[in-house]
């Protein structure tokens, strides 16, 4: 059943002068605007403990505007600047919640130069966006069109650091369903391979920053040797900027096609939660880290399988996918980055990432055979000797099936056949989509201690 969802549709345009300048302008009165709301908020909240709400804030903006050193802000529409406020709203509402952290005051150098605008602030007709405050259309370069009969709810005008100019239209946007399909695939990320699959394809790595790493040098040298506030330096930070564009959009047009292609192909998408935020902290491959972008990849990932009516599946990022055989289950003791296949005692030799990608299916699967979450659980992973799946009332099934044989990684039915294994472990038969019979292996639960306080 198709469905109706928010949808964003991004186009460059080229301003006249006119429009540059009132662009510009307001991209300062929103900066302006919000940083002195936010000053105010902190204050009030440090000297009194009050909480400033958005409404306080709305009052506020409409002193400032009466006053002779703000009276500019009355040159520029008043939408964006509400707008401002608003998401300075949201975003003590977040930091409440404990979601992110304090906000920060916008700077005039690095901060996101950006103004939008809602119904009553534009003019839509015939195809053509008029903004508030201007006389003439945006000659906007219309690289797909819109949905057919769509009419932009909200419009946000954006300029990067490379100085294009880009407006993003939301619509509402019809999504159809993707046709049913049975297959599944388990995804691995690294970096010799961008990632691997458990089907045993090999992703390569772009390693889009590498290949623009010699003009990125040459632009940042030249940008070093201006002197600070010239015109030739605001000239080399423009050079500068136009290489990291140009390499961020190369990785997001592989990423896009990537993420459309596995959302495509497979019904079931497992991949593990990394923690790119500490990764990065190893120096030695933080360069290459960022380059690949995993955080980037599983937010594509995510809402595509939304849309299209995919699952998308999670598994701990404590389970060691790398270490675990995936015809055995034995794990192995030491497995260095240098070592790319390694052979298990049972005699099966893996190649490192395709092993990974294999268990970490297998994972997902028992995920969704045994009733977890998708998400992980912190408080109980691999690294304590609990899996995420394992938040059933006791006397369920529990664990992670470890398929013997060489077996499909296919999402195995339980049989209810139990034998008894090593201390703490239960040995079941399972029973294959392929009607084979194979063996599953659970951990189970550890009695509780009667008047432990857990």
């Not at 060691?320 to 794990?331: D, K, V």
């Not at 029973?431 to 063996?439: D, I, N, Q």
Request: proline share 5%; glycine share 6%.
């Amino acid at each position: 059943m198709s469905r109706t969802v928010k949808r964003a549709f991004k186009y460059r345009f080229s301003p006249t002068p006119g429009q540059a300048a009132e662009l510009a302008r307001t991209f300062g009165c929103v900066r302006l605007v919000c940083n002195m709301a936010l000053a105010a908020r902190t204050q009030a909240w440090t000297r009194r403990r009050e909480r400033v709400t958005y409404h306080a804030t709305s009052a506020m903006l409409t002193g400032w505007k009466r006053t002779d050193e703000l009276a500019f802000l009355n040159d520029v529409s008043c939408v964006p600047l509400q707008q401002a406020l608003r998401h300075l709203q949201t975003a003590f509402t977040n930091f409440w919640a404990k979601r992110a952290r304090y906000p920060a005051f916008k700077s005039r150098k690095r901060s996101r130069r950006s103004a939008e605008y809602t119904a009553s602030a534009f003019r839509w007709r015939d195809g053509r966006l008029t903004l508030a405050k201007m006389s003439d259309p945006l000659d906007i370069v219309w690289s797909r069109p819109l949905p057919q009969g769509a009419v932009p709810s909200t419009v946000t005008v954006t300029q990067d650091p490379a100085g294009r100019w880009f407006v993003s239209l939301l619509c509402d946007d019809r999504i159809e369903p993707a046709p049913a399909s049975g297959a599944v695939v388990g995804v691995d990320a690294g970096l010799d391979s961008l990632f691997t699959l458990s089907t045993g394809e090999k992703i390569p790595n772009p390693r889009h920053e590498r290949r623009d790493r010699a003009a990125l040098a040459r632009a940042q040298r030249h940008l070093a040797r201006k002197a600070r506030g010239s015109a030739n330096r605001a000239r080399a930070r423009l050079k500068a900027a136009r290489v990291h564009a140009r390499i961020a959009d190369r990785r997001r047009d592989h990423l896009h096609k990537l993420t459309t292609r596995l959302v495509r192909e497979n019904q079931t998408i497992v991949i593990e939660d990394l923690t790119v935020r500490n990764m990065v902290r190893m120096h030695s491959l933080a360069r290459a880290i960022s380059d690949a972008a995993w955080r980037q990849f599983r937010t594509m990932l995510r809402y595509k399988a939304d849309w299209y009516g995919r699952d998308l599946v999670v598994v701990d990022r404590w389970f060691p996918s790398t270490r675990l055989c995936s015809t055995c289950g034995a794990r192995a003791e030491h497995l260095p980055l240098a070592v790319r296949s390694w052979t298990c005692r049972c005699g099966r030799t893996h190649d490192r990432d395709v092993n990974a990608a294999r268990n970490i299916l297998a994972e997902g699967l028992s995920v969704i055979a045994c009733g977890g979450g998708v998400r992980p659980q912190r408080e109980s992973s691999s690294r304590t000797g609990r899996s995420s799946v394992k938040q059933e009332p006791p006397g369920a099934t529990q664990g992670i099936p470890v398929l013997q044989g060489g077996e499909d990684c296919q999402s195995p039915l339980l049989t209810g056949r139990v034998r008894p294994g090593r201390a703490g472990r239960t040995t079941r038969r399972c029973l294959t989509a392929a009607g084979k019979t194979t063996s599953a292996t659970f951990r189970r639960r550890p009695a509780r201690t009667p008047g432990r306080n857990r």
